[in-house]
């Protein structure tokens, strides 16, 4: 059973920094692209980042130096480093696996964003 945790989020100031984390509890990350996506309120799901399983990156372009997105395959865990956040950052952050080569997506829990003004 292919589980995603995410963990990292909370309070921050504006202008302030947070590195989320998505850890898997099995080695699906090392075929899959993984993605972060937020979902604030009233809105729709978002993609904000995300890494292939070759290393490749793409971004929202909001977050677009700002944010990086990563990946240690030794430790099955992608990361998102978020600096100079502000108010509009808020939001729950969610962790997706596409692992297109057995045709499955998973999704982690969500981890919440609050960036205060």
């Known amino acids: 059973q292919v589980q995603l945790v995410e963990s990292g989020g909370g309070l921050v100031q504006a202008g302030g920094s947070l590195r989320l984390s998505c850890a898997e509890s099995?080695?699906?990350?090392?075929?899959?692209?993984v993605g972060w996506y937020r979902q604030a309120p009233g809105k729709q799901r978002e993609l904000v980042a995300a890494?292939?399983?070759?290393?490749?990156?793409n971004y929202a372009d909001s977050v677009k130096g700002l944010f990086t997105i990563s990946r240690d395959n030794a430790k099955n865990t992608v990361y998102l480093q978020m600096n100079s956040l502000n108010p509009e950052a808020t939001a729950v952050y969610y962790c997706?696996?596409?692992?297109?080569?057995?045709?499955?997506?998973?999704w982690g829990q969500g981890t919440q964003v609050t960036v205060s003004s």
């Open positions: 099995g080695s699906i990350f090392r075929i899959a692209a």
């Open positions: 890494i292939t399983s070759g290393g490749s990156t």
């Open positions: 997706n696996a596409d692992a297109r080569l057995i045709q499955r997506i998973y």
